[in-house]
């Protein structure tokens, strides 16, 4: 069946810095979506991706849906204490199901 | 506009015990799937049910059923309980895309 994964597991960022999470899959998706997750909360939903190539930015967060459709990045740029949380990649495939990536959980340096 | 509820918000219950988790969905979405989320690991599918039928299953034993009502309120249930089982379940509903809005989930201890 259809794998996500994602790399790192954990990201430790100082305030003001980038990074980038990146989630593969090992069949090719019908889209890619990305939620974040506060400690003690439930994942909440960020973006979207369905085109080949697509690149999105909100604000700071810039995603990326790779040509063939089987990966997928997030960059943020400027971490700021308010980004801590898990995010989760999701691929969606045509039965409507999303497999989720087991995440990746940042946490900020001030 | 209300998001998606689910109740109870906390449960413990014993091995053997059988549980019902209930959720409402958006007002005007019809798609209602659940996930189980194990501490540290992402939501794994359950069950995606649309217009009251089953349109998806994941890999999860038959001890695990579900069900939509007219209202498209949803159910889900998991009879002979393992600790295996302890987990957060979470319900989402969606409309037309597959973008899902989760409720705040249900914590399950089973002891």
């Known amino acids: 069946g259809q794998q996500v994964m994602q790399i790192p597991q954990y990201q430790h960022v100082q305030e003001g810095e980038d990074f980038t999470t990146y989630c593969n899959s090992s069949?090719?998706?019908?889209?890619i979506q990305w939620y974040k997750q506060r400690p003690g909360g439930h994942p909440v939903f960020l973006i979207q991706?369905?085109?080949?190539?697509e690149v999105k930015k909100q604000k700071r967060l810039t995603f990326q849906f790779g040509e063939a459709k089987k990966n997928s990045s997030l960059h943020i740029t400027a971490t700021q204490t308010t980004d801590v949380g898990t995010y989760f990649c999701?691929?969606?495939?045509?039965?409507?199901?999303?497999?989720f990536g087991a995440g990746t959980t940042v946490t900020v340096r001030a | 506009d209300a998001g998606v509820t689910q109740s109870p918000t906390h449960l413990i219950k014993t091995r053997g015990q059988q549980v019902t988790l209930r959720c409402s969905p958006i007002s005007g979405h019809k798609s209602v799937s659940w996930y189980q989320q194990v501490l540290g690991q992402g939501p794994q599918f359950i069950f995606q049910?649309?217009?009251?039928?089953?349109?998806g299953r994941g890999n999860f034993p038959d001890r695990f059923s579900a069900r939509q009502f007219p209202n498209y309120s949803s159910e889900l249930n998991v009879n002979a309980l393992l600790l295996g089982d302890s987990a957060l379940y979470l319900c989402?509903?969606?409309?037309?895309?597959?973008?899902?809005?989760f409720g705040q989930g249900t914590r399950l201890t089973v002891v």
């Open positions: 999701a691929g969606g495939s045509n039965d409507y199901k999303l497999s």
């Open positions: 069949t090719t998706l019908s889209n």
């Open positions: 991706l369905v085109k080949s190539g």
């Open positions: 989402a509903s969606s409309q037309y895309t597959s973008e899902a809005f």
């Open positions: 049910y649309y217009e009251k039928e089953e349109r």
